[in-house]
């Protein structure tokens, strides 16, 4: 395996950085405070081609593989990761969906305004009583010749309200049945489709969370993607790569909480002599710079998999699983690091604390990748 950063990576996290600190870093703790999506950014976004970065040129996308991918998401993330949620679930849930799964006049429809940031994608799986048991879900489609009926609810989704489409995967067969679910393509302003209630997050505040609601909602039977029952067989595949995305997120807001704390440990003097001349907090900084790069490689293994195509439902599991950990243990020692001052909101490590959080939730709790891992190991 080659460890270095291509080029393109390189002149992709320069840019960001650069487009960050103009248009990101100024107001994120405004958008954090009032949980306000900051829809314009996401087009702005969209013109640099960070959402569309998987799609290929033909369909309006960037065409790029994964490795500038985990560029992407990380550079975003370390500055905010709320934003990085947003370009992640944007571009590996409902793009992802659309890309892997779509017929050819579904993506010639969808994926150039998902691509470009025209328009902004959601993914239902979840449900209030189904999470990580996603394959026990409620929300039913029902067919009527040329058309389905759709009923209920998902909850939990990312852009549940600004979102101009959403995948959803229904319910179309008997309870705890084998192959009972089905995915559709469906647009805002569809009758019976509507977003419910905006969730009120610890962290990740600018990233839009909300529930999606179905009631009677009619479609079109050319609105579902791939065959009757292969729903949830789908999904499955589109977390996968899924679960590269949330290990890059959680990747940036180690890296950021790590960057601000070896500075600050440089900067903060006590007993007359910089707090990083105590072994203590050099530890700390020790564990967090070696938690880091084993996160990489193990996000660059499942990366280099997936750009192969090979299967890699182990791998993108184990670096999700370990990134995210990984994550929660450096922004908590990064609070530490900080003393109280790491405990306000004038400086940025309490962000990175909240943040991290949600991804050792998020697409697959951490229980839940130790479960892939395990089925995997002894299978
Ligand atoms: C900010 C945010 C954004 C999200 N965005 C989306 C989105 O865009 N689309 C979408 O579909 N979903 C989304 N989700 C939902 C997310 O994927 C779920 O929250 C997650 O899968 C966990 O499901 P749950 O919350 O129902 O927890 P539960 O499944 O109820 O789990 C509760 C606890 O039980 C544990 N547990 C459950 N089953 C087992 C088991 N078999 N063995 C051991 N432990 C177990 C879990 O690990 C966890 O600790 C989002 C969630 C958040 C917080």
Known sequence: MDFSYSEAQISIADMIRDFANKHIRPDMMIWDETQKFPIDLFHKLGELGLMGVLVPTEYGGSGLGYFEYITIISEIAKVCGSIGLSVAAHNSLCTGHIMYFGNEEQKRKYLPKLASGEWIGAWGLTEANTGSDAGNMRCQAVQEGDEWVINGTKNWITHGISGNVAVLIARTGAPRTKNNTTAFIIEKGTPGFMAGKKENKLGMRASETAELVFDNCRISDAQRMGPVGDGFHQAMKVLDGGRISIASLALGIAKGAYEASLKYSKERHQFDQPISNFQ??????????????????????????????????????????????????????????FGGYGYTKDFPVEKYYRDSKLCTIGEGTSEIQKLVISREILK
């Open 280 to 337: 203590a907090i050099a530890f700390k900084l020790a564990d967090m710079a070696t938690q880091i790069e084993a996160s990489e490689m193990l996000i660059y293994q499942a990366a280099d998999k997936k750009n192969k195509g090979e299967k890699m439902s182990k791998e993108s599991a184990m670096a999700k699983y370990y990134a995210s950990e990984a994550a929660v243990r450096i922004s908590t020692d990064a609070v530490q690091i």
